[in-house]
Nanobody, 130 residues
Framework: QVQLVESGGGLVQAGDSLRLSCAAS????????MGWFRQAPGTEREFVAG????????HYIDSVKGRFTISRDSAKNTVYLQMNSLKPEDTAVYYC???????????????????????WGQGTQVTVSS
């Protein structure tokens, strides 16, 4: 088992920045490819960004490319999502996820579906006002 705890959400204005953190505990951090998803009210959970177990590969949805950056710090067992130039449409609950069974596949090709991940955090709210 692994426990994931997100933090860093909040209420910001359009154009502002936020950095989300996800601290992992319970297992060796390199056992997982990591991802960030988001879910707005009335919508399905949506992939935002993913990072390989080594940190060398990253994947993003088109709508956040150039604005969001995913990274991981193995010494701190933490994955980050730096979000710049935020827009009202980025408003959602953001979830951190860990892929163990598909770690190598996700690391190489990217995993964009929620059911490809094995563990989830509780989520952190991000609200962007216009």
């Amino acid at each position: 088992q692994v426990q994931l705890v997100e933090s860093g959400g909040g209420l910001v204005q359009a154009g502002d920045s936020l950095r989300l953190s996800c601290a992992a505990s319970g297992r060796t951090f390199s056992s997982f490819a990591m991802g960030w998803f988001r879910q707005a009210p009335g919508t399905e959970r949506e992939f935002v960004a993913g990072i390989s177990w080594s940190g060398s590969n990253t994947h993003y949805i088109d709508s956040v490319k150039g604005r969001f950056t995913i990274s991981r710090d193995s010494a701190k067992n933490t994955v980050y999502l730096q979000m710049n130039s935020l827009k009202p449409e980025d408003t959602a609950v953001y979830y951190c996820a860990a892929a163990e069974l598909l770690r190598d596949y996700c690391s190489g090709f990217g995993c964009y579906e929620a059911d490809e991940y094995d563990y989830w955090g509780q989520g952190t709210q991000v609200t962007v006002s216009s």
